[in-house]
């Protein structure tokens, strides 16, 4: 029985030792209390005994929030509510440890109105769509900022607004859902007064489903995104940029080879990448697009524009006004470049129009393949040109005359360079020139 009573005395007297080793409240604001601190807060409810695997013991834990000047040169009245662990070592000999810092927030710094803020985020829109503008259908029914919250301030470069937001998304490949999101967005800037970068960070903190409507698998797939829809208004808008090129009414394929050789001559590169959009199949196209290029068309068109327009060497220093054709057949052509040891290729197909009693009327050639092949290397560019004036192209006559009918407006009718004016080469015999195969049914 006294042994009993003796092991209850001192189980008393371990928890004594313990509770009176907990800090006390007053302790802790004192510990927490340095020169610039206006106030201390401490979390309600107790101190807590925590055990900390990092250190492989246990300590008192107890949150706190430090408010203290936040010494910002160009706002000297701005504070910083600092919230964080209050920590202390555990046992007889307690002392203070360490104030782990969880996050800060600032007061007394001048915000964007809210009208700023939500223009701010419109020129910021698609990064703060992100991925829901490829579920989109529309646009946002509404954008606002709630009633009764504001902006939080990170630190004096940054700060974060909550907004609300409705729309209406694909949530399946059946289903159209009405969607209402509560996003947090973040601004950052690199300077206290300094503009607000581009980039920002805006992520969901609540999302609601609401009414839901059926549709057929095909007629909700053709319904554009609201990312297609800006998309497309980007590309046309691009498009509409880029200098305008009359395209011929072409009755033959001979006609668009001749043409296509003369604009990569004597256009712009702006020129040539206006009519390859106009002129590619729409296999090159996004779906349903005239004006979005798909990975395939951006490349075709890339690799024209870069090799014809090569300042190293361009297509009109190595192809001729009339060039020596490689190969024929119905709706594709191969023709030489000057030299005759590179060529173009091109392909053709019709397509477009509309149908007429049960007939497709309309149809217009499109290029369904356009690859520009040049001498590349230092030693080949000089070799092309050290010919004299008139060794390499045919001389200008009657069926370069006939090229100048359907020289592309804007780039003028050809003259020739000084060495494409006379004279002829035997490399020419290879092929007849493409302007034969104009002139000669």
């Not at 440890?97 to 109105?113: C, D, I």
């Not at 259908?137 to 301030?153: A, N, S, T």
């Not at 949530?171 to 690199?190: A, G, H, N, P, W």
Request: hydrophobic share 35%; with cysteine.
């Amino acid at each position: 029985m006294r042994i009993r009573i003796a092991l209850s005395l001192a189980a008393l007297g371990l928890t004594a030792i313990a509770v009176y080793g907990q800090p006390s409240d007053a302790q802790i604001i004192k510990d927490l209390t340095k020169p610039g601190v206006l106030k201390v807060e401490l979390s309600p409810g107790p101190t807590r005994k925590e055990w900390h695997s990092a250190h492989g013991q246990y300590m008192w834990d107890r949150v706190a929030y430090v408010t203290r000047s936040a010494e910002v040169p160009e706002y000297p009245k701005a504070t910083v509510k600092i919230t964080g662990i209050a920590r202390y070592h555990y046992g007889a000999s307690t002392s203070f440890r360490e104030f782990k810092v969880a996050e800060n927030e600032y007061f007394g710094l001048p915000a964007p109105s809210k009208e700023e803020m939500l223009g701010m985020i419109r020129e910021r829109y698609v990064d703060f769509l992100g991925w829901r503008a490829g579920d989109m259908v529309g646009d946002l029914h509404y954008m606002r900022i709630p009633e009764g919250e504001g902006v939080i301030w990170h630190t004096p470069k940054s700060f974060t607004i909550p907004v609300e937001i409705e729309y209406d998304a694909k949530t399946s490949i059946y289903d159209l859902t009405t969607i209402q999101e509560k996003v947090d967005v973040r601004f950052y800037r690199d300077a206290v007064d300094g503009p607000w970068k581009d980039n920002i960070v805006a992520t969901s903190r609540e999302r609601t489903d609401g009414e839901v409507r059926k549709y057929a698998q095909e007629d909700l797939a053709a319904m554009p995104s609201y990312r297609d829809q800006m998309q497309e208004r980007e590309a046309q808008a691009q498009l509409d940029a880029l200098p305008p090129v009359e395209i011929p009414d072409f009755q033959r394929d001979v006609d668009v080879f001749l043409f296509t050789n003369k604009l990569l001559r004597e256009g712009t590169k702006e020129q040539v990448e206006a009519y390859l959009i106009r002129m590619l199949d729409p296999v090159y196209f996004v779906e349903g697009s005239s004006t979005r290029l798909n990975a395939n068309g951006y490349q075709l068109v890339t690799n024209v524009l870069e090799r014809a327009f090569n300042p190293k060497s361009t297509y009109a220093q190595q192809y001729c006004p009339d060039p020596g054709v490689k190969h024929q057949q119905p709706n594709m052509m191969e023709w030489w470049n000057a030299t005759q040891d590179a060529h173009t290729r091109m392909s053709l197909t019709k397509g477009g129009g509309s149908w007429k009693n049960g007939q497709k009327v309309g149809e217009t050639f499109r290029i369904v393949a356009l690859e520009v092949w040049m001498l590349t290397s230092a030693d080949d560019i000089a070799r092309i040109r050290s010919y004299e004036p008139g060794m390499l192209c045919k001389p200008k006559g009657a069926a370069e005359k006939a090229a100048d009918k359907v020289s592309p407006p804007g780039t003028g009718s050809s003259s020739g360079s000084s060495s494409q004016q006379s004279g002829g080469s035997d490399l020419m015999k290879k092929g007849k020139g493409l302007l034969n195969k104009l002139t000669t049914p």
